[in-house]
């Protein structure tokens, strides 16, 4: 379907329920770091951002998705399978023995790029893929989506240092913004203010957004992608951790948190 014919907040609101349901089934899945970024996901597959083929998921003409933060990205689960990477009943056996869908995804899941349980390093896998496609002189692009506490892994900055040196303006890196990490918020370990001025200094073109506003999500990732200037760019997307749970959204604890299975089933009770 033509991403004009698509409404991306009702989208947004299936991926958002559908990400709950995997988690009552799963509960070792992190729930509040899947939360964050369901309408950058959204936007990236539904809006019209990324070329795809999910008949072909290594297909050159691909456009080149990491997901930095692999245990943060069940809800791209639903998304996968909705697109037809694989089949949807697989969305009922997530993290059961013989399913290919774990609690942190990898590449033999159809559609994801990379392992990703290790954090902090996809910002440099992107960074090497960016500047290979640059080489062969393909004009496909590269997005890497990472969340803020991993870029206080010092590996993130090497690639960006090394992104801009060499003027790989076709690498996009989106940053979920939701302030926590695992032990509580970036801000009180090492903080993050004014990531974008941050990255500038770095030589990046930086813009901020709204992460929940999808609409908005999606006009930004279009003009991030069309922009050919010689520098890297980053869309620094603030979202809220856990958003929609109660007792879980933007909790200092809420990464290692799950909650409780009463307020998971009214949640979804109340969508049905």
């Known amino acids: ?49 990324l070329r795809f083929n999910p ?29 037809g990477f ?3 009943e697989e969305l009922e056996h997530v993290c ?3 399913s290919f869908l774990g609690g942190i995804p990898d590449p033999v899941i159809p559609g994801y790029e990379t392992v990703n349980g290790s954090l902090g390093h996809g910002l440099g896998v992107a ?15 590269v997005f890497v989506i990472a969340g803020d506490g991993e870029l206080h892994e010092g590996s993130n900055w090497e690639a960006a240092m ?31 203010g004014r990531l974008g001025d941050r990255l ?16 908005a999500v999606c006009a930004a990732l279009h003009v991030m992608k069309a922009q050919r200037n010689g520098a890297p760019k980053a869309l620094i997307a603030h979202t809220i951790k856990g958003r929609g749970v109660p007792g879980l959204e933007d ?6 948190m799950n909650p409780k299975l009463e307020t998971l089933d009214r949640l979804l009770g109340e969508a049905s």
């Not at 799963?26 to 539904?46: D, G, K, Q």
């Not at 918020?185 to 993050?192: E, G, K, L, R």
């Open 86 to 88: 694989f089949a949807m």
């Open 127 to 141: 960074t090497g893929m960016a500047l290979g496609l640059n080489r062969k002189g393909s004009d496909r692009d």
């Open 200 to 215: 500038g200094a770095f030589g990046w073109s930086c813009a901020e957004v709204d992460g929940h506003d999808v609409d």
């Open 251 to 256: 909790a200092p604890l809420c990464h290692i």
């Open 55 to 83: 008949t072909q998921p290594l297909t050159e003409t691909r456009d080149r998705c990491i997901i930095s933060k692999g245990h943060g990205s069940i809800c791209m689960y639903p998304i996968l399978a909705d697109l």
């Open 96 to 98: 059961e023995s013989g």
């Open 1 to 49: 379907m033509h991403a004009s014919m698509i409404d991306l907040k009702a989208k947004a609101r299936w991926v958002w329920l559908e990400t709950l349901r995997i988690h009552r089934r799963a509960p070792e899945t992190r729930l509040a770091s899947s939360l964050s970024p369901v309408e950058i996901f959204v936007a990236l597959y539904y809006g019209g951002v």
């Open 162 to 192: 090394f992104a801009s040196h060499h003027r790989l303006d076709n690498l996009n890196l989106i940053v979920d913004n939701n302030r926590i990490s695992m032990l509580g918020h970036t801000d009180d370990i090492v903080s993050h």
